[in-house]
């Protein structure tokens, strides 16, 4: 079975810092992993995917993140936070047989102050 | 266009009633989802139907029951309401690929969810 875990149930960072959220997965086969974000009353929106290929992967709005297997770990980080930042970031893995879905982290709440 | 759309936004309605909430994608994905978000914002599968045929069904009561008249739909109908089942309700969809190998790395299009209050 696959799962995924986010360290760290909250993230506060100041406007201009760099933001750093955790997600540490488990899978038998090679993942594919996602972060998405969810913006207050919208639904979900894909941020980055990784799928083999570049271990760096760049997403919108200035974030990327980096697949490490040696530590299981997907992070997502951004140079700069922004006041438009504060969401909920959740990570995810893919599914790796028939009849599975995508399993989502318990998600992260990012909140920027100024 | 939006991809995928839900119908209703919002749905507040007394326990023990029966209601539907509707999705529908214009993305051509043969593959579609229903996930639940409650309070504290997790995400759970719920069911997901790949070209109208159901695949997931995780342990859910049997008074939520899903129906794909075709693979741009996917309805959620929920019998005998109970207050448990206030929650976000998201629908999504993905192309899966039933003959060629799966595309799993696509991920999935989320609508914009659909907050059911039960009182």
């Known amino acids: 079975a696959q799962s995924v875990t986010q360290l760290g149930s909250h993230v506060s960072v100041s406007e201009g810092a760099l933001v750093l959220l955790r997600c540490n997965y488990s899978?038998?086969?090679?993942?594919?992993l996602f972060w998405y974000v969810q913006y207050p009353n919208q639904g979900l929106q894909l941020l980055l995917k990784?799928?083999?290929?570049?271990?760096l992967v760049k997403g919108i709005n200035g974030f990327e993140a980096e697949f490490k297997k040696s530590e299981t770990s997907f992070h997502l980080t951004k140079p700069s936070a922004h006041m438009s930042d504060a969401a909920e970031y959740f990570c995810?893995?893919?599914?790796?047989?028939?009849?599975?879905?995508?399993?989502f982290g318990k998600g992260t709440t990012l909140s920027v102050s100024s | 266009d939006t991809a995928v759309s839900q119908t209703p936004k919002y749905l507040v309605t007394q326990m023990g009633n029966d209601k539907s909430i509707k999705c529908e994608q214009n993305?051509?994905?043969?593959?579609m989802y229903w996930y639940k978000q409650d309070s504290k914002k997790f995400l759970k599968i719920m069911f997901s139907?790949?070209?109208?045929?159901l695949i997931i069904n995780e342990t859910v009561p049997n008074r939520f029951s899903p129906k794909s008249p075709d693979k741009a739909h996917l309805n959620l109908h929920i019998n005998s309401l109970e207050l448990g089942d206030s929650a976000v309700y998201f629908c999504?969809?993905?192309?899966?690929?039933?003959?060629?190998?799966?595309?799993w790395g696509y991920g999935y299009t989320f609508g914009s969810g659909t907050r059911l209050t039960v009182v």
């Open positions: 993305l051509g994905h043969d593959t």
């Open positions: 899978s038998s086969v090679p993942p594919y």
């Open positions: 139907y790949n070209n109208k045929e």
């Open positions: 990784y799928t083999s290929a570049a271990t």
């Open positions: 999504a969809s993905s192309q899966e690929g039933q003959v060629s190998p799966r595309l």
């Open positions: 995810a893995v893919s599914g790796n047989q028939a009849g599975t879905a995508l399993i």
